[in-house]
Every structure is written in structure tokens, then in C-alpha cells.
């Protein structure tokens, strides 16, 4: 066991790092856990080669130290992903079904001899069937995506990249489906507001 640079029980750097978890500035138990794993990935980088597989006095290593440490983090991380998921799913999946409902009940309704919308030569009549399109598309991809963090198999790893990214992706996705929906809905006022 390497000698230099270690405390009494045979710690090095990368093992105290591992041990403390004091990155207390993020709201959300899995994003303090990335927080955590990125800190200790940072100070892999800087520490000996030798120091990566050292043992302490109990025979752990530092990845050892780290997972003993953050266990609870670790199962807390992955409740809160789920619950985030889980809720934004339900948002998106509303969303989804108002807006696929609302592309079959044009604001307005149909022509009765050819069946075409009365306001297909509108430009509001464009902006709604757009937005309306890029809501049904963006909250489609965001339930896809929350289900891909629910079935996640939660490892260390993918608090790292994984999850962030996905739950990033999918709140993006559920935010440009409310404003395409918010869109939608003005600009069927605006096409009811012509017809009055």
C-alpha cells in the first residue's frame, strides 16, 4: 500500500473524497449525486495512478469508499428521478391527448360540400395546425423519453451523463409541447374572433 500522502487508517486523497459528501448545492437528490460523481471524477484526474487502486486500512478502494458512502444518495437519486419522470409523463401524456384531440376538431369546422376546414386559406389557420403539429411531436418524444429514465437501470454511471441528460431533453421536449399548445389555443381565438 502506497504510503505518501495518506492519514493515519491509509487514506489517500481520492478515498477522504470519497467519504464526504458535502455538495450540498443543487436542488434534487440526483443531481447532488452527478455533482458528487463529477467531483470525484475531477479528483481521479488529478491524483496518482497509484492511488486509484490503493486499499485503506479496511481494504477498500476509493470507487469503494465512494459507493459505501452514497449509498442513500444513491436510492434517494433514483426516487427522485422516478417521482420527476413519473410526473412529467402524466403533464406530457395530457398534453398529448388534448392536442391530438384538438387536430380533428378544427376550430371553425369543415366545408360541407368538399370537407375542407372553412379557414384553410387563413394564415391563424396555419399557425394553429403548426403549433398544434409541434405540440402532438414534442409531447409524443417527451413521454418517450421519460419512459427511457423509468426504465433506467440507475447505476452510478448513469447519474453521471445518462439521466441529467435524458431528464434535460425530456423537460425541454414537455416545454416546447406547452408552448405549442399555448400557441394553438391563441390562435384559435383569433380564427373564432374572424368568424364572429
Known amino acids: 500500500m502506497i504510503a505518501t500522502n495518506c492519514d493515519k487508517d491509509g487514506n489517500n486523497m481520492l478515498h477522504l473524497v470519497g467519504e464526504f459528501s458535502q455538495l450540498n448545492i443543487v436542488l434534487g437528490a440526483a443531481l447532488h ?12 484526474k488529478i491524483v496518482p495512478l497509484a492511488y486509484l487502486k490503493a486499499e485503506n486500512s479496511k481494504g477498500k478502494t476509493p470507487k469503494d469508499v465512494f459507493t459505501e458512502t452514497h449509498q442513500g444518495l444513491h436510492k434517494d437519486g433514483e426516487k427522485w428521478m422516478r417521482d420527476t419522470a413519473n410526473h412529467c409523463m402524466v403533464v406530457a401524456t395530457l398534453i398529448a391527448t388534448v392536442v391530438f384531440a384538438t387536430a380533428f376538431t378544427i376550430p371553425g369546422g369543415n366545408n360541407q360540400g ?10 391563424w389557420f396555419m399557425v394553429f395546425f403548426l403549433s398544434d403539429s409541434i405540440a402532438m411531436l414534442s409531447a409524443s418524444t417527451s413521454i418517450l423519453i421519460f419512459l427511457s429514465i423509468l426504465t433506467s437501470r440507475y447505476t452510478e454511471k448513469d447519474f453521471l451523463d445518462s439521466l441529467p441528460t435524458r431528464l434535460l431533453f425530456g423537460l425541454l421536449a414537455l416545454f416546447i409541447s406547452i408552448v405549442g399548445m399555448v400557441v394553438a389555443f391563441g390562435a384559435t381565438c383569433f380564427l373564432l374572433d374572424i368568424l364572429a
Open 33 to 44: 449525486m452527478q455533482l458528487e460523481l463529477l467531483w470525484f471524477e475531477e479528483i481521479k
Open 114 to 123: 368538399n370537407g375542407t376546414p372553412i379557414f384553410l386559406d387563413h394564415t
